[in-house]
């Protein structure tokens, strides 16, 4: 069974929560900055691994101090859904023990 879009307000209601976290196109986004190169791949390897727990992945891009997400979900037609909130949650809780702002 295919995850249901939110509205647009849902998505607005939720991204209130998130912060740093925005709308981009039909994704959330968000950019986290680290120290460093090392500890910005860290945190690439543990949101990988949070992604496989949820079976739901981002896109993910590793600059040399930077951690790009945008997430949205396939099998809602590239909608944004609950799982996409519950992916950012997710990285949110660790991100901060990386150092990540």
Do not use: C
Request: hydrophobic fraction near 40%; avoid cysteine.
């Amino acid at each position: 069974m295919p995850a249901e879009p939110l509205s647009q307000k849902e998505i607005e209601d939720r991204l209130r929560e998130l912060p740093g976290w925005s709308q981009e196109g039909d994704r959330i986004a968000r950019t986290y900055r680290l120290g460093n190169h090392f500890a910005a791949t860290a945190l690439v390897v543990h949101v990988a691994q949070i992604q496989e727990e949820l079976n739901h992945h981002s896109d993910l891009t590793l600059g040399y101090n930077t951690v790009n997400l945008t997430v949205n979900t396939h099998d809602a037609g590239g909608a944004v859904t609950a799982s996409d909130f519950a992916l950012a949650q997710r990285v949110e809780a660790v991100a901060r023990s990386h150092g990540a702002s």
